[in-house]
């Protein structure tokens, strides 16, 4: 088991110190979220959004208090929550598939997937909090299973809301183990006056916000792709690379495709002699929830993402207890932790060195350094800048908004009193803080920072250089000025 601490501890640092660990704008967001809610200015969501809750923010606030803003703060928040996880994992596995199965689940959570491995470093705002509430679900329904108690009901129905609050993405999973729940266990009926308001409670966020947004949670645009798409993207691709046996964003089979394919048709028949041979214990509670996830995760149109495995994350507890339940001896758990870390390295260097990777970003390539385009703006006296939103709230953390970007809308802009400006925000993810619009849009002499030879830029570049701004690039950035100011 110590291996599996040191191997997890040493892929976490590879992922951080290698390419993979660019701080992105996704990332940029949360952090300047963090410093915001110490001023009091609070949300329940992501901003500009109708969904991913702000647990993480609030636990990343007293962290940036003490140690500043830095990417290492603001992910230490997720890297603890995974190790959190895989500590519960051990607990689930305790009273599922015992010992010592429970222990080399824990220890193959931490190192597999690679997916997970790289995912735990990255403040991405809800999916390690998203980890701890399914694994906290799991446990609660296990143990009420086992015996009614009103305390464990009132848990119960306080980690739904919260987590129901944080991410949708837990009701694949809870779904499942409730109604498993139901069935082992009649007298639960007997709680529910004690759960549900509970679970309100949790979730009082969620609903306030959806009150005063007219419940914008369930006005997500997420395409137009059918259920059964969706349902075959699963097993095809996002559940693969669930797994590891495919590269997230290339799509890549690292072992070959025969390999891999055999791997992975292995695994499904072994998942299958499985359940029917412990459906009746309690291992029946993981094998239920596994058979049912892909069928409830396919109901969200946003799961037509199939490029990585975002979605398929909450599963992963429940994926490694039950590999974990045929490897009884020292020598197997000793080689399926060793090759699963191994497989996890390979994967993470593979996306080391990816374009697909390098330009996830919505297909653009964002350069992993700013310190250039930020001292061209200093050099040019920019302090008030409109941009897309990979670069924009990169600039306001890396600066620590002594430069304001405001998220813009690029394709709208257009020249008013020799100046140009886009249009006036109409939706949250036009600009997800319309405070940095105000203040950017109030300055006559904001620039603009665009992705150079993007589309944005090419489609702009006419119209600013038509109302006189200056074009200078500085490695993939055109930084566009009306003057220079100093």
């Known amino acids: ?46 901003w500009g959004q109708g969904y991913g809750g702000t647990q993480e923010v609030l636990a990343t606030v007293p962290l940036v208090a003490l140690f500043g803003m830095s990417k290492e703060v603001i992910r230490a928040v997720p890297l603890a929550c995974t190790a959190v996880a895989a500590i519960l994992v051990w607990r689930i596995g305790r009273r599922t598939v015992g010992e010592p199965a429970a222990r080399i689940a824990a220890a193959l959570f931490w190192v597999w997937p690679p997916y997970l491995v790289w995912k735990s470093d990255r403040a991405h705002g809800f999916y390690g909090s998203g980890l701890v509430f399914i694994c906290l679900i799991l ?19 306080l980690v739904l809301g919260l987590g129901w609050w944080q991410t949708p993405q837990v009701l694949p999973v809870a779904i499942p183990a409730l109604a498993w729940l139901l069935w082992k266990q009649r007298e639960i009926w007997r709680d529910v006056w004690i759960v549900l308001p509970v679970a309100v409670l949790g979730a009082l966020p969620w609903l306030i916000s959806n009150v005063e947004h007219d419940w914008w949670s369930f006005d997500v645009d997420s395409g137009e792709t059918p259920y059964p798409t969706r349902l075959r993207g699963f097993f095809s691709a996002t559940f693969p690379m669930a797994l590891g046996l495919r590269i997230p964003y290339t799509s890549e089979w690292p072992l070959g495709q025969a390999l891999s394919a055999v791997a992975y048709v292995g695994l499904l028949v072994l998942f299958a002699i499985g359940w029917w041979r412990r459906r009746s214990s309690a291992t029946g509670l993981l094998f239920g929830v596994a058979a049912a996830f892909p069928f409830l995760y396919a109901l969200s149109p946003s799961t037509w993402i199939v490029d990585e495995p975002r979605y398929v994350v909450v599963l992963l507890p429940v994926v490694s207890l ?36 390098l330009e996830r970003a919505d297909g653009l390539f964002v350069p992993a350094d700013f310190d250039p385009v930020i001292a061209e703006l200093d050099r040019r006296g920019l302090d008030h800048v409109f941009a897309s939103y990979w670069p924009a709230y990169r600039i306001d953390f890396e600066t620590d908004e002594r430069i304001v970007a405001a998220e813009a809308h690029i394709p709208s802009i257009g020249i008013a009193n020799s100046r140009v400006v886009p249009r006036v925000p109409r939706r949250g993810d036009e600009s997800r803080h319309r405070a940095h619009d105000a203040v950017v849009r109030a300055d006559p002499g904001a620039g603009y920072v665009l992705l150079r030879d993007a589309p944005e830029d090419l489609s702009a570049r006419p119209v600013l250089e038509r109302a006189g701004y200056v074009r200078s690039v500085v490695d993939g950035f055109a930084v566009y000025g009306p003057v220079t100011r100093r």
């Open 139 to 157: 446990l609660l329904v296990l143990r009420l299973a086992g015996r009614r108690s009103r305390v464990d009901a009132a848990l119960l129905g």
């Open 1 to 46: 088991m110590c291996f599996g601490v040191l191997a997890g501890i040493g892929l976490r640092v590879y992922a951080h110190v290698s390419s993979l660990g660019t701080l992105d704008g996704d990332e940029a967001v949360w952090g300047l979220m963090a410093r915001h809610f110490r001023k009091g200015e609070l949300s329940a969501f992501f």
């Open 322 to 357: 039950l590999v974990a339940q045929a490897l009884t001896t020292v020598w197997r758990a000793a080689a399926a932790i060793g090759a699963a870390a191994a497989l996890s390295l390979l994967v993470l260097w593979h996306l080391t060195s990816s374009p697909a990777f």
